[in-house]
């Protein structure tokens, strides 16, 4: 989960770090990769931290990316700056799986990138799915329905299950079931995570249909108005999340016991889920906003135990 504060920050404009990235001499580019990680996505680079050998390389090379790319709408406000990251990026892929050294721009992402793909088997219509889907809602902040939401899901989180599975050399069709459910489960979640910042991030994240549905405008959401129509609002998607992931742990058996730790991301989930339930799916409760530790000696017991 993006750290929201952060997202503000860069949603009033930093310098443009694609072509050149300054770094010092003395930071590796897996060390820029987690700190990237780590202060937009930090749930996940705990979870990542977990992971052995190459599986944490690739899924270092992943998140990292997948980062990069979820930045660009918050640094822009012309969309068609935005088009033109995103682009870079996707020339970014092409050029790594040319595997030859002198095409890959001297980025410490796509140089952690190039070098997975060095040691493993990744599918490149993933990483360009990561990057196709943030191009598609680059010009608009909302989506029209739960549907387009899901599929949103399944490109920017799903396809990083299926890259890490790939780094473990996990092709397993339990395994991609799983991770698409997980993925769907985190990305409808993140959503209702980023509510209370409507108004800051210039999104609605509530469906079309769902507003419509419940009587709601999108005014209500960027107002951070409060009501028992948005409260059966937040319920309804609430429930869609909370069946994805249970439908991904219903899966454990099926997942091979090695790639296991990959879903672990699916303990913050749950995390998340479950203290909006105790607050009655009021989204903007305070409670949901303080920082939450538990998840963490969950997330240890998961791993020690080989489940998520």
Not at 42 to 55: G, H, I, Q, R, S
Not at 220 to 241: F, H, M, P, Q, T
Request: proline residues 4%.
């Amino acid at each position: 989960m993006f750290n929201l504060r952060n997202k503000l920050l860069y949603s009033t404009g930093v310098k443009d770090t694609i072509s050149v990235v300054k770094k010092p001499k003395s930071t590796s580019n897996v060390e820029y990769c987690l700190d990237l990680i780590k202060q937009y996505d930090y749930e996940n680079f705990v979870c990542t931290l977990l992971l052995k050998n190459t599986a944490r390389s690739c899924a270092i090379a992943v998140r990292s990316l997948n980062v990069e790319v979820a930045k660009v709408k918050e640094q822009t406000s012309d969309p068609k700056i935005g088009v033109m990251r995103l682009q870079f990026w996707e020339e970014t892929v092409d050029k790594c799986f040319t595997k030859d050294p002198r095409n890959v721009p001297q980025h410490p992402v796509a140089v952690q990138l190039y070098k997975s793909l060095m040691n493993s088997r990744l599918s490149k219509h993933h990483f360009l799915n990561l990057i196709s889907c943030r191009k598609q809602y680059l010009p608009q902040n909302y989506f029209n329905n739960l549907e387009d939401l899901e599929k949103y899901a399944e490109k920017s989180m799903s396809s990083v299950y299926y890259l890490i599975f790939e780094g473990m050399d996990i092709r397993n069709i339990h395994a991609d079931h799983a991770a698409s459910h997980l993925g769907k489960a985190q990305g409808i979640t993140q959503q209702l995570r980023i509510a209370p910042f409507a108004k800051q991030l210039n999104t609605i994240p509530i469906p079309q249909d769902l507003l419509i549905k419940h009587n709601l405008s999108q005014e209500d959401i960027l107002r951070g108005k409060s009501s028992k129509n948005l409260k059966e609002c937040v319920y309804e998607i609430a429930s869609r999340a909370y069946q994805h992931l249970m439908k991904a742990r219903s899966l454990l058996q099926k997942v091979p016991a090695k790639g296991r730790d990959a879903l672990l991301p699916a303990v913050p989930v749950y995390n998340y889920l479950d203290r909006l339930q105790k607050v009655d799916y009021e989204i903007l409760h305070p409670d949901l906003q303080k920082k939450s530790r538990m998840w963490l000696f969950h997330l240890w017991i998961s791993h020690f135990q080989n489940k998520y």
